[in-house]
């Protein structure tokens, strides 16, 4: 990511764009830099250009997907999902279907606890909802899905006050950083990210197992 720098005016108006290149999330997952690290400088119409970007990420990703790829159940030796609806459902490999609506859904919750943050108001717990992933069949639905979550995303980033309360945080559990707006929404994306390759793995093995001859 290019070195942002910027200075806050004493209205607490967010700064216009600084910086023009995609954030690097890995350093975060590394622990070599935290999300406010990365949030520095950071405007809404950063914020903006990186939820949008991410959608392109994950449209190219899927671009070539047939629609067996969307209910292809992968090998995940290490899938351990603590939050899974069901106990049958906790150790299951997760199918491309699954990723999309999982990553689309932490993405707008985050971009509307962001929301929240920014109009001063308490966040007073979770604003989630998932598309239930057994529904999800075709190529052509998560695209929409995608394009749904952009708009949804970047709806509610334009709902921001004037001057955004960026000294308003609160944390997600016991013992975490405390997030402004500009840090939850941030972790939207870091989420989103951190399951890009868990898309291509996926692929490639509903694609090898497309190609493999038959007995």
Known sequence: MAACRTSRTETNRLPASVCPDVIDFAPVRRKEKTLDDLAEGLAQDDLARLAGEMCDVFLELIADADD??????????????????????????????????????????????????????????????????????SVAFLRERIEESRRMQLAMLEAWP????????????????????????LAGLSHADAHCDQVRDVLAQARAARSAPTA
């Open 162 to 185: 004037d001057r955004p309360h960026i000294d308003k945080t609160y944390s997600p559990r016991e013992g975490a950083r405390p997030m402004n707006a500009v840090v939850r929404f």
């Open 68 to 137: 067996p790829d969307v209910t292809f159940v992968p090998e995940d030796p290490a899938a351990n999902d603590t939050f899974a609806a069901t106990p049958e459902e906790v150790n299951m490999p997760w199918t491309l279907g699954h990723v999309i609506v999982h990553w689309t859904a932490s993405s707008e919750e985050s971009a509307a606890l962001a929301l929240t943050l920014a109009r001063g108001l308490d966040v007073t717990g979770r604003s989630r909802y998932e598309v239930p992933w057994e529904q999800v069949t």
